[in-house]
């Protein structure tokens, strides 16, 4: 009985765990769609305070944080904070995502 419990309760985690990833692999695929030039930012540390994020450790940077949640049909709009500058280096978010840089983070200009 205790270990039948366990199994699900592991199954619950794992399913969790994917799904989150899934969500980001998503997002890449929506920044690599909206900049087929840059598709080597579509990488979890453009928007997310670690490189490898695992559950639990979703902390998004400054950009992913501007950037907020997807809308109701789960796509995110890019376009809104390419203006900024969201890491405050004194680089806009679209020039660091043309230029190949970290738009969430101030060291990568
Ligand atoms: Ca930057």
Avoid: W
């Avoid at 979703?58 to 907020?68: E, I, T």
């Amino acid at each position: 009985m205790k270990s039948s419990r366990i199994t699900v309760l592991a199954a619950i985690a794992a399913l969790g765990l994917s799904t989150a990833a899934l969500a980001t692999m998503d997002a890449q695929k929506q920044f690599a769609a909206a900049y087929p030039d840059s598709k080597a930012l579509a990488k979890c540390s453009t928007c997310h305070a670690k490189a490898m994020p695992k559950k639990g450790e979703a902390d998004v940077n400054a950009y992913g944080k501007a950037l907020g949640k997807p809308d109701a049909a789960g796509k995110y709009d890019f376009a809104k904070v390419e203006k900024m500058d969201s890491d405050a280096d004194g680089v806009s978010n679209l020039d660091e995502i043309k230029k190949g840089t970290n738009p969430g983070d101030p060291a990568s200009k």
